[in-house]
Each structure stands twice: as structure tokens, then as C-alpha cells.
């Protein structure tokens, strides 16, 4: 049995494990995480092992970026299994700390964030989930100090937002961002797909096939007012309600009027049943 990375749950052990880490200037890499770990994870670790000497994997699950009305209570926690996984990948570290630990009474400092994070994308439909993405993933790159942070794509604006927020507070760590890891059937992987009924994982890909033949409608030189209205009622035929279906450039996050306003990333989130996906993809 590979053995388990160390584990640690307090502030002054994790400076110690640091220390340890940081032991002859070895580089550090922090996969920032809430835990209930998929091949999307791993693929994260795996890139993480590739940039850096020792690996940092966190996992909290961060109520300040769910609303009341969200899925904090219910969201899977799966403990024992995502320590197996990452001791299956040799990860050094894993930072779990508490809510106390990570807010203790009195907290009352938040990161505000602006440019991408008010692109009306997802902050359109949680506004409050950029200052508790931002807040947490700031504290975690004070408390870790990591050379580099791995994001994955499909959460697109937090990775651009995460980005903007290292570089505007000259955190000194590299935020890179790693292509969204999708099942055969390409719907992308995520710890809430949990959440679908049998019917509706059937139904799920459709949101992917839809994006991928916008896409190839783009490219191939379609207008895209006209291109984006199909995609979004392909989307609507498979069973989904929709919050947005956007073209957008793909590093500023405004919108766009046609495709020679590149590079272009086509943005949805939409919701079948109660489950809420969101999903992108290049042009
Ligand atoms: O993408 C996530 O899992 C979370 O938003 C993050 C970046 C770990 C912050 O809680």
C-alpha cells in the first residue's frame, strides 16, 4: 500500500511541514481542492509533480463561496477515499483545515475582486462567490506559499479570476490553469455529477455536444448571433434550464460581437433538475 502524504490540520504544523518541504530550496506546488477527488483532481496532482519538487494538496470545503440556499451541508465529503487517491499519487502534503482554523471568530477581512470576477458570467448568478473564492484561495496561498497553483479550465472565470488576484497582490505564486477532464461520454468532470439522476447523467453530455458544435459552426465561419441561439436550443431540447450560454474572449472575459474578436471561449452553466453544470470550451 503506497504510504499516506502527511496530514496536517493546524497552522504552526503546517509551517513546520513546510520548512520540511522547502528542506534544500525544493520547489512547492499547491493543488488547491474541496475535497470529493475525480480523474479531473488527479490530472491536476499529476501536472502539479511535473512543475514542482513537493506537492501541497488542499481540501476544504469553503462555506463562504455557498450561499445559504447552496450545497454546503450536502456536498460529498469523501474523506478516507481521496486520502487513498492521493496517496496513490505520492502527494507530500495534505493541508485539511477546519473552518475555526481557516476563519476564526472575529474573521472579518474579504478579497474583493473585479475585472473577470464581474464579467456576468457566474458572479451573475452568485454574487457571492468570487470574494469566497478569492479570500480562501488567498489564504491558502499565504498560508502555503506555493511556487505555482494548478486550477482546472472548466471552472474558467475562477481560474482567470484566481489569476488576476495572484498577479494584482504580487502573491509570487504561478497560477496555471489544466485542460477540464471529461468522461467518454464528454460530459466534464466534477464532484457535483454525483448529484444526477441516472436520467439525467444520460441527458448531461448534451451540454458538451452542444458547445462543440457551436464551435464548429464558428469556425467554420458562421454568424455567431445566429451559431450561439442553435447551440443554446440544442442545450434547451436536451432537458436544461439556462443560465447563460456566452461567447466570450478568452482572456479578458468581454463579451464579443464576432469571431475576429478572438481568441474565443464559449461559457455555459445550466441547471437539469436541481444540479447545476457548468461547462466551456475554446473556439
Ligand atoms: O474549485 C474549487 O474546488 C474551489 O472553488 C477552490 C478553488 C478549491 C476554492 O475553494
Not at 50 to 76: C, H, L, M
Not at 130 to 136: E, H, I, P, R
Not at 220 to 249: T, V
Amino acid at each position: 500500500m503506497p504510504r499516506s502524504p502527511m496530514i496536517v490540520r493546524t497552522l504552526p504544523a503546517l509551517r513546520r511541514a513546510l520548512d520540511g518541504l522547502r528542506a534544500k530550496k525544493a520547489t512547492v506546488a499547491l493543488v488547491p481542492t474541496m475535497g470529493a477527488l475525480h480523474d479531473g483532481h488527479v490530472s491536476l496532482v499529476r501536472l502539479a509533480k511535473r512543475r514542482a519538487a513537493k506537492v501541497v494538496v488542499s481540501i476544504f470545503v469553503n462555506p463562504t463561496q455557498f450561499a445559504p440556499t447552496e450545497d454546503f451541508g450536502s456536498y460529498p465529503r469523501t474523506w478516507k477515499a481521496d486520502v487513498a487517491r492521493l496517496a496513490a499519487e505520492k502527494v507530500d502534503l495534505i493541508w485539511n483545515p477546519d473552518v475555526r482554523t481557516m476563519y476564526p471568530a472575529g474573521f472579518a477581512t474579504k478579497i474583493l475582486t473585479e475585472g473577470p470576477a464581474t464579467a456576468g458570467l457566474e458572479d451573475r448568478f452568485r454574487p457571492h462567490f468570487f470574494a469566497g473564492v478569492a479570500t480562501v484561495v488567498g489564504k491558502l496561498f499565504t498560508q502555503c506559499r506555493p511556487d505555482v497553483a494548478l486550477f482546472g479550465e472548466k471552472d474558467f472565470q475562477q481560474l482567470r479570476v484566481v489569476a488576476q488576484m495572484a498577479r494584482d497582490l504580487d502573491l509570487g505564486v504561478r497560477v496555471i490553469g489544466a485542460q477540464t477532464v471529461r468522461e467518454r461520454d464528454g460530459l466534464a468532470m466534477s464532484s457535483r455529477n454525483v448529484y444526477l439522476s441516472p436520467e439525467q447523467r444520460r441527458a448531461a453530455p448534451a451540454l458538451y455536444g452542444a458547445m462543440k458544435e457551436t464551435a464548429k459552426r464558428l469556425r467554420g465561419g458562421d454568424d455567431l448571433e445566429a451559431a450561439m441561439a442553435a447551440g443554446a436550443e440544442l442545450i434547451i431540447a436536451a432537458g436544461f434550464a439556462l443560465d447563460y450560454f456566452e461567447a466570450r474572449h478568452a482572456q479578458t472575459l468581454a463579451p464579443v460581437k464576432s469571431t475576429k474578436d478572438g481568441p474565443i471561449r464559449l461559457l455555459v452553466a445550466a441547471k437539469i433538475g436541481n444540479t447545476r453544470l457548468i461547462d466551456n470550451v475554446g473556439v
